[in-house]
Each structure stands twice: as structure tokens, then as C-alpha cells.
């Protein structure tokens, strides 16, 4: 800059300008999921800048969170307390030159249903009375599928804090995996299975009364008959 008046005096000033046309740059974040009503939650955005100077954090398009960053520094965003749902959480970061970039994710909160596990079974062939119960809790329950051995038995709906059974009396002699998956309205399922062995004990169709007899003599048997699909031994203590 050169200044100078009508008697030819002058003075001469440089100033240096520095453009800067570079937006900030923001490292990627990948999308969040969480359980509903668990706590410590956020996301964490580092960005990259000459000038650094504000960000703004949208929640579905609305501010959520606003204020000044420093090159390199993460900026953290808590987003515990998030209901059920799906949401978008976007970053736009400006510097002093007035250059912004901006980094959009998805944060996902769920509900998973949760069920108890009945401990394993054994249990006598063709006796009766014999179930597995179990208890699923969810917000939103939607249905249940319950597997004999990778064979679909059951298929219905079922109620969060209401117990629903199976019976396992007409299964037959062997091993055996139940397998109950319960789903909810959002898609999302929890799994248990119980392992139930089937037993055939043996069964007395006769056996003898109290006997007495005259020292002595002879002639004299007890006599025992006994049922079971697999026989093996004996002892007579």
C-alpha cells in the first residue's frame, strides 16, 4: 500500500494475506448400536484443521450440540438416554475461513428381548407331567418358535413376564435339544436351548411277599420279574 500527499510525500506499507479455500477434514465414524437403558454412550469426532474455529452436532436435522474445536482434539457427543429407535447425528465443522465439512452416522437403539434358561432335563419314558418353562421379557414381544431337535414344534405369539411351557412327556427314548428362540417387533430375538435325556427305568411286574420257612427244608425260591426295553444285569443284595 503506498500513500502520498500534494507535496510528494509518501509512505509504503506491505501486509501478507494467506488464502485458505481448505475445508476441515473429519476422520470417519462408523455407525453406533446400544442397548436401550445402558449407560456410557457417545460418539467421538476428531477433525483436522489449519484454522479451527465451531462445530454444530444435528440430531435428525435439529442442533444437539454446539461449540469451538481445536485441530486434532476429539470432540465428544453423549448420546446416552436415546429411546428405541434409529437416529441421525450429523457433524459440520467450520474454520476461521469460513470452509466446513460435515460427517453424518446412524445411531441404533434396541431393546433385545431376554429369557431365562431352565437347567437340563432327565426324565422316565412315558411318564407324565414333565414341562420346561420359560420367561421372556421385551417391550414390544412378538413371537416365539420353539425347535425338538432342529424341528419346528411351536410357532405363536408370547407376552413379556408371562411364562409359556412345553411338554416333554410323548418324547421318546434318547438325547434331545429344545430350542426356544423368542422375537420381538423390532426383529430382534434372543435364544436358549435345554438338553432333555429320556430314560426308560425298569419296571417290577412281580415281586414276591415276606417269607417264612422251616430251617431245614428245601424247596424254597423268591422270584422277581422285571420289564425294560434294554435289559442288562442283575444283583441281589
Not at 4 to 12: A, H, K, M, P, R
Not at 152 to 165: D, K, P
Not at 195 to 223: D, M
Request: hydrophobic letters at 35%.
Amino acid at each position: 500500500l503506498i500513500c502520498n500527499d500534494s507535496l510528494g510525500n509518501l509512505i509504503v506499507a506491505t501486509y501478507c494475506f494467506t488464502t485458505d479455500d481448505t475445508a476441515p477434514l473429519i476422520s470417519p465414524v462408523n455407525d453406533i448400536c446400544y442397548e436401550e437403558d445402558t449407560i456410557n454412550h457417545s460418539i467421538v469426532f476428531n477433525s483436522t484443521d489449519l484454522h479451527p474455529w465451531n462445530y454444530t452436532v444435528l440430531l435428525d436435522a435439529l442442533p444437539y450440540q454446539m461449540g469451538n474445536w481445536t485441530s486434532g482434539t476429539p470432540v465428544s457427543v453423549d448420546i446416552t438416554g436415546l429411546t428405541i429407535g434409529r437416529y441421525n447425528f450429523t457433524l459440520i465443522v467450520g474454520d476461521v475461513a469460513g470452509n466446513t465439512n460435515c460427517y453424518s452416522l446412524f445411531v441404533t437403539v434396541v431393546n433385545t428381548p431376554e429369557i431365562n434358561s431352565p437347567p437340563d432335563q432327565i426324565i422316565t419314558l412315558a411318564s407324565s407331567g414333565n414341562f420346561l418353562n420359560w420367561t421372556a421379557i421385551d417391550d414390544n414381544p412378538s413371537y416365539y418358535l420353539l425347535y425338538v431337535n432342529n424341528s419346528l414344534q411351536v410357532n405363536t405369539t408370547w407376552l413379556s413376564g408371562v411364562s409359556f411351557s412345553y411338554n416333554l412327556d410323548n418324547l421318546a427314548l434318547g438325547w434331545h435339544n429344545i430350542t426356544v428362540v423368542v422375537c420381538d417387533e423390532s426383529g430382534l430375538s434372543a435364544t436358549d436351548t435345554v438338553t432333555v435325556k429320556v430314560i426308560n427305568v425298569p419296571e417290577f411286574s412281580q415281586t414276591p411277599t415276606n417269607y417264612t420257612y422251616a430251617e431245614g427244608t428245601t424247596g424254597h425260591t423268591l422270584t422277581w420279574i422285571a420289564l425294560d426295553n434294554n435289559p442288562s444285569s442283575y444283583i441281589i443284595l
